[in-house]
Nanobody, 128 residues
Framework: QVQLVESGGGSVQAGGSLRLSCAAS??????????MGWFRQAPGKEREGVAA????????YYADSVKGRFTISQDNAKNTLYLQMNSLKPEDTAMYSC???????????????????WGQGTQVTVSS
């Protein structure tokens, strides 16, 4: 069973940066057939997909709201997924969770229905 543990959240001023990490266990991350993603949920809002990456090809997918500011990456040797967040805005404030699926990212890589394993989340707060 896949276990995911996020870290790296915190409070930052607008324009600042944070790097989130997601440590994965319970499977061999180096198997090139996993889709890993980052999602976020702000209070009173639905969870939305932020970024996803397919382990096999390295193809990455981003929500329009974060393109050019966020970068998703993976370190197979460490079984870890990252989300580098730059130029943060107050509207980026949310609980960020990582997710995994033992399959390709499919045609809807930022849909939560594409993922079966979830972490507990890490809070990101951006102040103006």
């Amino acid at each position: 069973q896949v276990q995911l543990v996020e870290s790296g959240g915190g409070s930052v001023q607008a324009g600042g940066s944070l790097r989130l990490s997601c440590a994965a266990s319970g499977y061999t991350y180096s198997r090139n057939n996993y889709c890993m993603g980052w999602f976020r949920q702000a209070p009173g809002k639905e969870r939305e997909g932020v970024a996803a990456v397919y382990s096999g090809s390295g193809n990455a997918y981003y929500a329009d709201s974060v393109k050019g500011r966020f970068t998703i990456s993976q370190d197979n040797a460490k079984n870890t997924l990252y989300l580098q967040m730059n130029s943060l805005k107050p509207e980026d404030t949310a609980m960020y969770s990582c997710a995994a699926q033992i399959a390709s990212c499919g045609i809807r890589p930022l849909s939560e229905t594409s993922f079966s394993a979830w972490g507990q989340g890490t809070q990101v707060t951006v102040s103006s």
